[in-house]
């Protein structure tokens, strides 16, 4: 269990898998995150830019990247655009990439033929094109 969970991480946190370390999040700088996703129009990207920021950022001392998939597919589904969901035999995939992306610090967005795009389905159950993500 997490000491105080959901709320701002106040301690260095190692990451699983890489030698990466995120700076200590600022309130000020989250809020500049939220108030800059508010201004992106494309859903898919704005739910990216967030789960881009709060994954590798870290802004929690644990679940973050749960947390940022929730954030994600709420911008999704309440513009009625989307769903990402990482299917079990696609796990191991999917963290390879969140690692190589952690590191490099690239957006997912850029992901367009990467295993992600397996893992992420709109409403009517096709694999996400390059139109979404361009």
């Known amino acids: ?59 929690l001392s644990g679940g973050t990247k749960r947390t940022a998939q929730l954030v994600a597919n709420h911008v999704f589904v309440q513009n009625n655009a989307a769903m990402l969901a990482v299917p079990v035999e696609e796990r191991e995939n999917f963290e390879h990439k969140l690692i190589e992306f952690t590191e490099n610090g690239w957006e997912l967005t850029k992901l367009k033929n990467a295993s992600l795009s397996m893992s992420f389905h709109t409403r009517d159950a096709f694999s996400v094109s390059d139109k979404f993500l361009a």
Do not use: N
């Open 1 to 59: 269990m997490y000491e105080k969970p959901g709320e701002i991480r106040s301690g260095p946190v190692k990451i699983p898998g890489t030698d990466y370390r995120p700076e200590m999040p600022k309130l000020d700088e989250i809020e500049k995150v939220l108030r800059q996703a508010k201004k992106i129009e494309h859903p898919i990207k704005q739910g990216f830019y967030l789960f881009d920021h709060i994954a590798r950022e870290q802004w």
